[in-house]
């Protein structure tokens, strides 16, 4: 185990527009800007120990996503927590946010889904936490 890393600190993400994705991600993901520039901004939780998300302009936009070659299922790279999955779903379908399949297991009530961002970043919710979160 390694003494020098300790957790997570930045989730770095491509973006076309500041203009566009920042108001996205303070409304539909809650954090703050800490820090805009001409072709970047940091957006924070204002939480210990939680990563921020640095955004950077970008023309070349990879998605930040990838396919599982075992089920062919579009896996995200970022599961954002809620505690309430089911009404964090039904408010980003009122607000038009693209989104998956609502996944809830029955016999624990654990799941998850996914939505994309305004450059068509996959992203995903869950209800599940971590030993440690």
């Known amino acids: 185990m390694s003494e020098f890393i300790s957790h997570v600190a930045t989730l770095e993400i491509p973006v076309r ?9 303070k409304e539909v993901i809650g954090v703050e800007v800490e820090f805009k520039g001409e072709k970047n ?5 204002r939480k210990k120990g939680v990563p921020t998300i640095f955004m950077v302009e970008t023309e070349e936009l990879d998605r930040i996503s990838f396919n599982n070659s075992n089920t062919g299922i579009e896996h995200t790279i970022i599961d954002f927590y809620t505690a309430d999955l089911e009404g964090f779903y039904n408010w980003l379908k009122e607000k038009n946010v693209e989104v998956g399949p609502l996944n809830i297991n029955p016999d624990h009530g ?13 992203l995903s919710a869950t209800n599940v936490l971590h030993e440690g979160q």
Do not use: Q
């Open 110 to 122: 654990f799941g998850g889904f996914g939505f994309r961002d305004p450059d068509g970043n996959f």
């Open 41 to 45: 901004a940091m957006l924070t939780f």
């Open 17 to 25: 527009s500041l203009e566009k994705s920042i108001p996205f991600y």
